[in-house]
């Protein structure tokens, strides 16, 4: 088992940055992929993010390039999401995710999740 510990979410304004953490615990695996979705009220979780952790490749959502990245500290078993650049659109509850398939996850792929971090993005 792989558990997901998420942090860093908060209240922000728009234009501002966060930068949210998940830890990860348990079995690991050096050639898996870890990443992050959200979920808004009302709508599918979505993808944002994902890093090969052996590799350090990396995916986004068109959405999300050029503002977010996404980095990896294999040493602490850790992944972080920078998040610049805030619109209220980026507001949602976001999930850290991993698990040992392709870069381009989906919900359906990735076999473990964080409890959620909330992300508010105000203008």
């Known amino acids: 088992q792989v558990q997901l510990v998420e942090s860093g979410g908060g209240l922000v304004q728009a234009g501002g940055s966060l930068r949210l953490s998940c830890a990860a615990s348990?079995?690991?695996?050096?050639?898996?992929?870890m990443g992050w979705f959200r979920q808004a009220p009302g709508k599918e979780r979505e993808f944002v993010a994902s890093?090969?952790?052996?590799?350090?490749?990396?995916y986004y959502t068109d959405s999300v390039k050029g503002r977010f990245t996404i980095s990896r500290d294999n040493a602490k078993n850790t992944v972080y999401l920078q998040m610049n650049s805030l619109k209220s659109e980026d507001t949602a509850v976001y999930y850290c995710?991993?698990?040992?398939?392709?870069?381009?996850?989906?919900?359906?792929?990735?076999?473990?999740w964080g409890q959620g971090t909330q992300v508010t993005v105000s203008t």
């Open positions: 995710a991993a698990g040992p398939g392709p870069i381009i996850m989906s919900v359906g792929s990735s076999q473990y």
């Open positions: 348990g079995r690991t695996f050096s050639n898996g992929v």
């Open positions: 890093i090969r952790l052996s590799s350090g490749t990396t």
